[in-house]
């Protein structure tokens, strides 16, 4: 049996655990931020700025479970994130016909308006905190990173079955 090795001779496993450290800090270090700018700028935070982004995908609305799942979260968190945006008249709670306990959750026009005003800072401090990546950079780095998300996918579905 060999070892795999990379080009500084060490095993190919202590490299792969270098990359996810790095990867792992790099995104806390990139969420903390975003979080951060979220609370000081907007009074927001990301669990809903999540909430609203997911609703926005779906303008016909989508169930409440659906939602969490979608989101990967308990049904609770979602439930009061709703209920707030519901308050202030961002979001609406909608009976699913022939399911009486079931609700589908939409953006209002003013929930909308309000998700896409978050999304242009959003995708503008991303855009500041990745600045200085080349577009060959960008293209590696989402091929590589395509190539992990193909490999978890398929060991989620072996899981499945």
Do not use: C, Y
């Not at 095993?11 to 270090?29: D, E, H, T």
């Not at 969420?31 to 303008?59: C, K, W, Y």
């Not at 909608?94 to 079931?102: E, L």
Request: hydrophobic share 40%; aromatic share 4%.
């Amino acid at each position: 049996m060999t070892l795999e090795t990379t080009s500084k001779q060490e095993p190919l496993s202590k490299a792969r655990l270098r990359i996810w450290l790095k990867l792992l800090k790099a995104a806390n270090g990139i969420e903390a931020e975003i979080r951060r700018n979220l609370r000081d700028q907007h009074g927001t935070t990301l669990p809903r700025f999540d909430v609203m982004s997911a609703l926005a995908r779906f303008p016909d609305g989508l169930k409440m479970s659906d939602l969490s799942n979608f989101l990967k979260v308990s049904n609770g968190n979602v439930t009061g994130i709703v209920d707030k945006l519901t308050e202030e008249g961002l979001a609406l709670r909608v009976a699913v016909p022939g399911d009486k306990r079931a609700q589908l959750a939409q953006l209002t026009p003013k929930g909308l308006l309000a998700f896409e005003e978050l999304a242009h800072h959003h995708e503008n401090w991303i855009n500041k905190l990745l600045d200085g990546w080349a577009v060959e950079d960008i293209d590696a780095v989402s091929a590589a990173l395509d190539v992990v998300l193909s490999h978890h996918s398929d060991k989620e579905s072996d899981h499945a079955q």
